[in-house]
């Protein structure tokens, strides 16, 4: 089992629509990380948390420390949205482990 | 501000050379980190580098190696190259030692024949 896992593998939207990729993971933490990774390849770090909830414009990401568990919501999606998002965990030696990556398609 | 920068953008080379791929930091960040993705599979941690120290490192033979110079800016080293060594190499960096945001660069792709 991998130690992080998310879902779904693939998803596919309609513009204005509410998303959710989900993320578990099984190791302890210090911090979780939501990546962007657009078809050139180029990686963006969307968020970076330990605890609760942080919000940056119509992106969303929550934690759940006990549950182990992760979400991160995209509301009114749009086409410009489709990208890879990637779930990372980080522990000691500031080494992130990655989940497969959920990728996104918004059709208008 | 410039963000991370990494060089050459593409790279080809043939099985048993060597390769090296460079990567600058943002100013002010100490950490750099290298991460690997290969076709079909996922990012995966190479080293990270702090303070001209290696610092941690991920599941890789040693053939994979690098260093970070004075003014933070890293090298990755790969040795006796082989084909399944072709895919993206993606440098980043943090504040650093800490829990920080780490910047990617736009990667290098090493294609190996």
């Known amino acids: 089992k991998n130690e992080v896992e998310q879902s779904p593998q693939n998803l596919t939207a309609q513009e204005g629509e509410f998303i959710t990729i989900n993320c578990s993971y099984s190791?302890?933490?210090?911090?979780l990380h939501w990546l962007q990774q657009h078809p050139g390849g180029g990686i963006v770090s969307l968020f970076m948390l330990s605890s609760g909830k942080k919000k940056h414009g119509r992106l969303i990401a929550t934690i759940n420390i006990q549950e182990k568990h992760s979400s991160l919501h995209i509301t009114a999606s749009h086409p410009r949205d489709s990208a890879v998002y990637i779930c990372?965990?980080?522990?000691?030696?500031?080494?992130?482990?990655f989940g497969a990556g959920t990728i996104l398609r918004v059709k208008s | 501000e410039a963000g991370v920068t990494q060089s050459p953008t593409h790279l080809i080379k043939t099985r048993g050379q060597q390769a090296t791929l460079r990567c600058s930091p943002i100013?002010?960040?100490?950490?750099v980190y290298w991460y690997q993705q290969a076709l079909g599979l996922g990012l995966q941690f190479l080293l990270w580098y702090d303070e001209g120290e290696e610092r941690n490192r991920g599941n890789f033979p040693p053939r994979f190696s690098g260093r970070q110079f004075p003014n933070y800016s890293s090298e990755l080293n790969v040795n006796a190259l082989e084909l399944e060594d072709s895919a993206l190499y993606l440098c980043?960096?943090?504040?650093?030692?800490?829990?920080?945001?780490?910047?990617f660069g736009p990667g290098t792709r090493l294609l190996v024949l």
């Open positions: 100013s002010g960040h100490t950490s």
């Open positions: 190791v302890g933490i210090s911090a």
């Open positions: 990372a965990v980080s522990g000691s030696g500031n080494k992130l482990v």
């Open positions: 980043a960096s943090s504040l650093d030692r800490g829990q920080e945001t780490q910047y």
